[in-house]
């Protein structure tokens, strides 16, 4: 077992070790033995919310959005300028303000270094990327392309809900299922949907089409994470159809999309922690270890590490080198070469 700090590989290039990691093997999803014990569900579905996390923040944050940031649903029966205009605004600034913000205390003032930092590497300056930047690029395709796609969703769904269209449950028709709803949106939305649709990202054409783009990033920074072709966006936060068949409240649905679209700077952060700076601080879990061996090693953990579909399906990477040498060879076997690295070269001479 590595220790976190120490380095997975030994014998391989300086660009290839961890400047931080967590304890290795990563252990896996409780749910990941079948059949599945009742109490390992449980863990799943509380995990990670308590005392105080990423999810329990975005869900007081959609209960405020409903609340005070979103157009009276009776206005959303005609699509009007007035209402998608204040969508579309209010989530053009909540982005700028988590992945700016993240950008700005982990990157550019670096308040806590290269504490819990992942990656060794820096941001790049290369012609893959559109400006020739990352970061620029990353920020272009969040904005441009990002926010776009998540204003039109969530326009839809204000109008669908406004107009009959998509089944409506209230606080009143039954309270124990109207909070499980927001335990059961990220498994579905970040684990189920997601494994699925990264795997048909990840099929040659629309690879080769659309999620190149966000493969771009080896090293990831807030910015990354939601920098994605658009085609990959529309696929991406589709989870939010499900809405059409399950019955929800608006504020499901806005904080559906929020988990997609939030979770994807802090996911991507680089650091598996925020922290104050202070070496005593235990810091608020941000990174996600997991889907950043896929942004290296590219043809593994296509999910999330909750629901276990990567261990199920023969693609988990645990972060050990002895799984690095496994996802290789599945690469290789599949005729698809497994290094990120060459991967994120072959992309730019594909452009
Ligand atoms: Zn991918
Ligand atoms: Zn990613």
Redesign the pocket.
Known sequence: MLESGQAPESGTATRSAWSWHPELPLPGSPVSVWPIKPFAFLKVLVGGWLPISEKLIIAALSILTWAWLSPALERCREFEFGWMAQIYVRNLLLLILVAGGLHLYLYTFRRQNSRFRYESRGFEHARRFTFNNQVHDNIFWSLASGVTMWTAYEIAGMWAYANGLMPFLSWNDNPAWFVAMFLLIPLFGANVHFYWI?RL??WRPL?RTA?YL??RNVATGPWSGLSMHPVEHLLYLSSCLIHVVVASHPVHFIFHLQTKVLQAPTSHSGFEKITAGDESDGGLKLGDFFHQL??RY?ECN?GGPEIPFDQWCGTYHDGTPEATKRVRERARFRGVDGSRTTRAESDTRSR
């Open positions: 990264h990202l990840h690879y999620h966000h493969h896929h942004h590219f296509y």
